[in-house]
């Protein structure tokens, strides 16, 4: 059993002042996640503990103390603050791979006051337009190998005035508003004043897709450190000696929360892969660095297990002690499987970008049920609600995953999309956009979306940015896109298109087009099929029905289409 007390003992006294108290919060004082994550450690003593140790795809390990961490985040806070003049407030976008200076620079902007806009590097121009023009970021951190998709588009971006990119040597050759930085030949900024910044400073913007329009930019502010820190502790069990491995990247929401603020808060020791998934890397990284917890995705435990049990004998994986996944659905399989295999379970934890924080999790020592979510965290109030937003009661039965706010994580708006943010509250409850029930234990079990967004791998993808660059392919006349069941990435992108008068379908044009998403959006939200029809099911208001090509998609019973225009 862990040192951290049973689910039923935490639910009796659980509220977050636990966690203010353990970080020395004073009510009405200053709350900065950089000074938190870095400075403090140092404070406590924790100087030259190891806060990250880096392995490159080929093999090459860096490792840092938190002294670095605080010296090299005070280096790029200098240099936003000091010589860019970037104010508090200001939107600076990260747009790396997980390299160190991605994880510095985290906190180097939140120690300045900046909002940090973490983006998945592997964004193609378009993904990075829309979320930079509604940002209207003043800043771009990237590197020599990504700088060419900024070029690309900062024409159309008016309010970004510097571009700042990562390279060994500060003497490479820049564009206008572009500036090269080596953190290895800045000054070493032993001291730096961090900004006031108070609970309710704004910290993170996290974009995530819904339905409808563009993705949208969840907010979130400093306190929202203290949720993190308390799930971290509780339910990935992180103690002092551990070696923690989240394999999350954080242009997504799980890479930021857990695997920089909640283990960093902690003084924790943690290891950062930056490269793809191989089997044999993900098991000799483990037996390298000798990793005790692990925080991973179902997709990835989805080709682990396609990989089989051979190879995991081949390493040695006795210093896991907990494991635990998010994202998406993880199926009983893969919990019997990772037992099997690896001696231990993998817990399953639900949440999401705009709750900042673990909500719904297997707890250490709770016995878990396989192809549950588990229980609400210690505190947390949820509810499964009927369509007119009141709880339902009965055991078993599906309705709306809700959640009774607030608690520090949560996201305070949607960026310029006040009335987005306003339509997810009904009666007092936070509706998540997830189907779910409550069996008689209290466990909670995931029963799909309720709405059109994809999950491919744990990575949302919104249907609208989808369609609207199929609509800019100029065969394109309509199109609609859903998720397909996929065995290994829980969804993929099916695109329905309807061609312009004078083009012909052909393999050649459905490859031609799904690169052209790739390309433009991102690997993730490429289609892997195209299926060209003569026109689209459409309400009579002319609304794509998403819904009935995903029924027919998954021969399913096609409901209500009673307001169907073509019918
Ligand atoms: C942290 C994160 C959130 C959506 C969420 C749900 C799906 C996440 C899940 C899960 C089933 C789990 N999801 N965890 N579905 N079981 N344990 O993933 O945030 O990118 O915003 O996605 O992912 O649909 O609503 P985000």
Redesign the pocket.
Known sequence: MSNIGSYEERCKDSNWSIAKRELSYKEGGRLNIGYYCSDRNCELGLGNKIALIWESFSGEVKKYTFQDLKIYSNSFAHLLKEKLGLKNGERIVIFMDKIPELYFSFLGILKMGGIVVPLFSAFGEESLLTRLQDCKASAVLTTRKLVPRIRKIKDKLPDLRHVVVMSEDEDIPVKEREMAFSFGQAPRIKSFECYPSTPETPSVL?Y??GTTGQPKG?LHVHSSILSQYLTTKWVLDLRPDDIYWCT?DPG???GT?YGIIGPWSLGITQVVLDGGFIPEKWYGLIQKHKITVWYS??TAIRMLMKAGKEIVKKYDLSSLRHLC??????NPEAVIWSEEAYGLPFH????????GC?L??NYPGMEIKPGS?GKPFPGIKAAVLSHDFEPITKENKPGL?ALRPPWPSMFRTYWNNPTGYESKFKNGWYI???RSSIDEDGYFW?M??DDD?I?VA???VGPFEIESVLLEHQAVAESAAIGKPDPINMEVVKAFVALKPGFESSDELELEIMNFIRKKLSSIAMPQEIEFVDSLPKTRSGKIMRRVLRAQERGEPIGDISTLEND
């Open positions: 996290h995530t897709s969840a999350a997504w929401v799980t929360s995705a179902p996944s998010v994202g998406e659905p993880l399953d934890t639900w949440w999401q970008t705009e709750t673990i719904i999790s979510m995953l998540t956009g997830d995931f799909g979306r967004v999950n744990g990575h949302l």
